[in-house]
């Protein structure tokens, strides 16, 4: 099983440990690139897909790197919605 068939499989299991950097790398394993917001941004960033546009904003968590149970289970309704999960 690769890398990423664990990151799904940890990401529907909605893990209280899921951090930034796993989120970054399963969601670039389906085309999606993190954007900063802005200038003023901060820890608000944007992962947007660069074959469908579809665009998925979340505020970075600091001052650790673990997601928030609310994210997670954002992150798994818009991939659903996309029907990349």
């Known amino acids: 099983m690769s890398s990423i068939e664990q990151l799904i499989e940890k990401l529907l299991t909605k893990p ?12 670039k394993s389906y085309g999606y ?3 900063k917001s802005g ?6 960033r944007a992962f947007v897909n660069n074959f469908s546009n579809h665009v998925i904003r979340l505020h970075k968590p600091h ?3 673990i997601l ?3 994210q997670v289970d954002r992150i798994i ?8 999960l």
Do not use: H, V
């Open 39 to 44: 200038k003023t941004a901060r820890s608000r």
């Open 63 to 65: 001052p650790g790197s």
């Open 16 to 27: 209280r440990d899921f951090t930034w950097n796993e989120l970054g790398k399963l969601l």
């Open 68 to 70: 928030k149970k609310y």
């Open 33 to 35: 690139e993190e954007l």
């Open 77 to 84: 309704d818009e991939l659903k919605k996309e029907e990349l």
